[in-house]
């Protein structure tokens, strides 16, 4: 194979993070298999802790504060970031999830999971993990568009508001950058015309 440039590979180990693979900084030894299925558990653990953490510091924030407006900015943050941290976890969750399905069988009738073949999918223990994935699907790959839209929904006329006599769609989109009640879901509608602000659900379902 072809070596990456050394500035470019430093990059892609940059990027390895978003996996949310707690396996790889973890020291396990023995006491962790580590397999396609403890990946995908590790990193639902890891989306889960860092979600409740977020949570925690936001409610006993909010405790503390006294100033309205400021519990408000806490509140607004903590949910910006719990938008962009499942933004984040939504491909490496779905690919790990999905790669549990499917199987390899081989000419001498044994089956093994075709993202990793350390694993039997005769194994007594793989309906519990089939089962587990099923749940993954319907919380993470499906449940997470259906938050996102569900979060552009509520604020649709706000993302697409009515044009002004002589505005362009350019216009409209230089005046929903400006609202301050839009900034933590702007990574999920800037990209696209106003009237398309739920398009970017539609390419996480593809």
């Known amino acids: 194979d072809m070596p990456w440039p050394p500035v470019f590979s430093a990059f892609l180990d940059s990027l390895e993070f978003t996996n949310l693979d707690v396996l790889r900084y973890l020291s396990t030894g023995c006491a962790v ?3 396609l299925y403890t990946e995908l558990l590790g990193t639902v653990v890891l989306f889960v802790a860092l979600s409740g953490a977020g949570l925690l510091v936001v409610v006993v924030g909010s405790k503390l504060l006294r100033d309205p407006d400021k ?3 806490l509140q607004d943050k903590g949910f910006g970031a719990f938008l962009f941290l499942s933004f984040l976890a939504y491909t490496p969750l779905c690919t790990k999830v999905f790669s ?5 069988e081989f000419e001498d009738g044994s089956s093994v999971v075709r993202a990793d073949y350390s694993l039997d999918c005769d194994a ?3 309906g519990a993990w089939v089962l587990f994935a099923l749940v993954c699907v319907v919380v993470f790959a499906l449940g997470i568009p259906a938050f996102f839209f569900t979060s552009l929904w509520r604020v649709r006329h706000r993302i697409n508001p009515p044009r002004r006599p002589g505005e362009t769609t350019v216009h409209v989109a230089a005046r929903r950058s ?3 009640e839009l900034r933590r879901l702007s990574f ?3 990209a696209f015309e106003p009237r398309y602000f739920w398009f970017e659900c539609v390419e996480l379902l593809r």
């Open 124 to 126: 007594p223990n793989r």
């Open 188 to 190: 999920l509608f800037a």
């Open 100 to 104: 549990v399905f499917s199987c390899k």
């Open 71 to 73: 519990r408000a900015a």
């Open 178 to 180: 400006l609202d301050p």
């Open 33 to 35: 298999e580590r397999s």
